[in-house]
C-alpha cells in the first residue's frame, strides 16, 4: 500500500507560481513512476508531469515548459513546480503512484488561477 499525501495548493494571481508537494509513505524500489495530474471541472483528469524510476521526465502537451517535476528520494517527496499560471490551470491536482498492477491516488489539491 503506498499513501500519497499532496499540499501546497490554493489561490494565484495569473502569472504567479505555486509549488505543490506529494509526501509518499513508502519508496519501494517497485514504484515505477510518480507523477501529478489534473482534472478541471468537467473534463477529464489528465497528465501534468511524472517522472520514472530511471529520472526520466515527462508533461503534458499544455505545460509548454513552465511546470518542472522534481522527485527528493531522501525527502520521499515529489514536488511540481509552476510557474507562470494561468486561469486555464486552475483544477484539482492529484498526486500518483504506478507500480506494476496497482496505482495509487492522493486526495487532491485544489488550485485556483484567479485575478
Known amino acids: 500500500q503506498v499513501q500519497l499525501v499532496e499540499s501546497g495548493g490554493g489561490l494565484v494571481q495569473p502569472g504567479g507560481s505555486l509549488r505543490l508537494s506529494c509526501a509518499v509513505s513508502?519508496?519501494?524500489?517497485?514504484?515505477?513512476?510518480l507523477g501529478w495530474y489534473r482534472q478541471a471541472p468537467g473534463k477529464e483528469r489528465e497528465l501534468v508531469a511524472s517522472?520514472?524510476?530511471?529520472?526520466?521526465?515527462n508533461y503534458g502537451d499544455f505545460v509548454k515548459g513552465r511546470f518542472n517535476i522534481f522527485k527528493y528520494n531522501s525527502k520521499r517527496t515529489v514536488d511540481l513546480q509552476m510557474n507562470s499560471l494561468e486561469i486555464e490551470h486552475t483544477a484539482v491536482y492529484y498526486c500518483?503512484?504506478?507500480?506494476?498492477?496497482?496505482?495509487?491516488w492522493g486526495q487532491g489539491t485544489q488550485v485556483t488561477v484567479s485575478s
Open positions: 517522472v520514472d524510476s530511471h529520472g526520466n521526465n
Open positions: 500518483n503512484a504506478y507500480l506494476p498492477l496497482e496505482e495509487y
Open positions: 513508502v519508496y519501494a524500489s517497485r514504484i515505477y513512476t
